[in-house]
């Protein structure tokens, strides 16, 4: 099965921005989302946006900082990350919903990750 591929992680400061990429090759249908593996933990979800882009889901820990976005004409995704934290230290992983339109739950063609590390 196709895997997604991300990419735009890096070494930033506290405060600083980054923008993640996932690129769909056109296996976009559904709904996609943004998770998040950080040292030790579990995997968590960040982020997840519709087919339409018009309903969006944000973990509480990164309300008001992070932005999801799709562009289907292009097949990618985008995380929009401001005002990085330590703890938003992390591999990040994008993926498909194997059948929602809306939900991210059952996700699918999970992409090898890119790491971003927030230290001062």
């Known amino acids: 099965q196709l895997q997604f591929a991300e990419s735009g992680g890096a070494l930033v400061q506290p405060g600083e921005s980054l923008r993640l990429s996932c690129a769909t090759f056109g296996f976009s249908e559904n709904a996609i989302g943004w998770f998040r593996q950080a040292p030790g933990q579990d995997r968590e979800e960040v982020s997840c946006i519709s087919r339409s882009g018009r309903t969006t889901f944000y973990d509480d820990s990164v309300k008001g900082r992070f932005t999801i976005s799709r562009d289907n004409a292009k097949n990618m995704a985008y995380l929009q990350m401001n005002n990085l934290k330590p703890e938003d230290t992390g591999v990040y992983y994008c993926?498909?919903?194997?059948?929602?339109?809306?939900?991210?739950?059952?996700?699918?063609?999970w992409g090898k990750g890119t790491v971003v590390i927030v230290s001062p």
């Open positions: 993926a498909t919903d194997a059948s929602s339109y809306s939900d991210c739950s059952i996700m699918e063609r």
